[in-house]
């Protein structure tokens, strides 16, 4: 199912739609700040590997991250996060960021590696943002890769809803995403690590 939903006033009876699909244990594909993302419920397992299959990798080696709405939830999900990341975090969040944190023993095992670490991310997008309001908790995700060797990212939603309408449950249109991902800080150490440079530019800040 294509879902268009408009990204600056999402209509709740579309949004409803998407998060009872998620509630439900479906998966679905939904925009961000960056690249568009193929997301579920943390706490469907199923739903989870369904989606470590669709990419054609072990679920336990999935790079999913947590998105949030904000990071009042963070210390559901994360041990105690040292005051220099957490107002790092404060400063770039919402926005094209992800951050590697320790896990803490809420995150549902098939989701986070052997290094119980979690990456978290606070998308500036109303779409992805109330899905997770509404959800009532995270949801995890990963990006979406073109196999284009020149275009990395699919940036239309219906080219995206074209390959992937019988791999998902609902394509959410959300307009054009980029085709930049999000830039990746590794926090785990004490010391934020920029490990990926992408839409996010945090050198003044580090």
């Known amino acids: 199912?294509?879902?268009?939903?408009?990204?600056?006033?999402?209509?709740?009876?579309?949004?409803?739609?998407?998060?009872?699909?998620?509630?439900?244990?479906?998966?679905?594909?939904?925009?961000?700040?960056?690249?568009?993302?193929?997301?579920?419920?943390?706490?469907k397992p199923k739903a989870l590997e369904r989606i470590a299959r669709l990419k054609n990798i072990n679920p336990e080696k999935a790079n999913f991250s947590l998105i949030c709405y904000d990071l009042s939830t963070l210390s559901e999900y994360t041990k105690p996060i040292p005051n220099?990341?957490?107002?790092?975090?404060?400063?770039?969040?919402?926005?094209?960021?992800?951050?590697?944190?320790?896990?803490?023993?809420?995150?549902?095992?098939?989701?986070?590696?052997?290094?119980?670490?979690?990456?978290?991310?606070?998308?500036?997008?109303?779409?992805?943002?109330?899905?997770?309001?509404?959800?009532?908790?995270?949801?995890?995700?990963?990006?979406?890769?073109?196999?284009?060797e020149i275009i990395e990212y699919t940036t239309d939603p219906e080219l995206i809803h074209d390959k992937f309408q019988k791999l998902v449950d609902i394509v959410i249109d959300g307009g054009y995403g980029d085709n930049e991902a999000s830039t990746v800080i590794n926090c785990t150490s004490g010391d934020p690590l920029l490990v990926r440079q992408g839409k996010g530019i945090i050198e003044d800040l580090l």
Do not use: W
């Open 84 to 148: 220099q990341i957490y107002k790092l975090m404060r400063k770039t969040l919402p926005g094209p960021f992800t951050y590697i944190l320790e896990a803490n023993n809420n995150v549902p095992k098939i989701f986070h590696s052997k290094k119980r670490t979690v990456g978290i991310r606070v998308p500036d997008n109303n779409i992805a943002r109330e899905l997770v309001l509404m959800l009532g908790n995270p949801m995890a995700s990963t990006s979406i890769h073109d196999e284009d």
């Open 1 to 43: 199912m294509l879902l268009k939903i408009h990204p600056q006033n999402p209509s709740e009876r579309q949004m409803k739609m998407a998060v009872d699909c998620l509630a439900d244990g479906g998966i679905i594909v939904y925009p961000t700040d960056t690249v568009y993302g193929i997301a579920c419920d943390i706490y």
